[in-house]
């Protein structure tokens, strides 16, 4: 089984209580929107926060996708806020 690393950024880091970890990807897990999901299911509800695509970006291997964005395993996946600035 491949794994990924996945990291967690700002606000996030903090609401979640995790900064890193690497997580073996299950077969089942095929894009970022399905590890989304897996990642509630195992870690429980608080992770549910993930799931607002109006306050979470994700970026695979340092590129921002989609959550249609297909996963093979082996890639850094990071959560993060939108960044405002002036």
Do not use: C, Y
Request: aromatic residues 6%; charged residues 20%.
């Amino acid at each position: 089984m491949t794994t990924l690393t996945i990291n967690f950024f700002a606000s996030l880091r903090e609401e979640l209580g995790a900064s890193a970890e690497t997580l073996p990807l299950p077969a089942q897990v095929t894009n970022v929107g399905q590890l989304v999901d897996h990642l509630v299911d195992i870690r429980g509800e608080r992770w549910a926060a993930l799931q607002d695509k109006s306050r979470v970006l994700v970026a695979v291997d340092q590129t921002i996708v989609p959550r249609s964005h297909v996963l093979r395993g082996g890639e850094e996946v990071a959560f993060f806020p939108p960044m405002t600035g002036g």
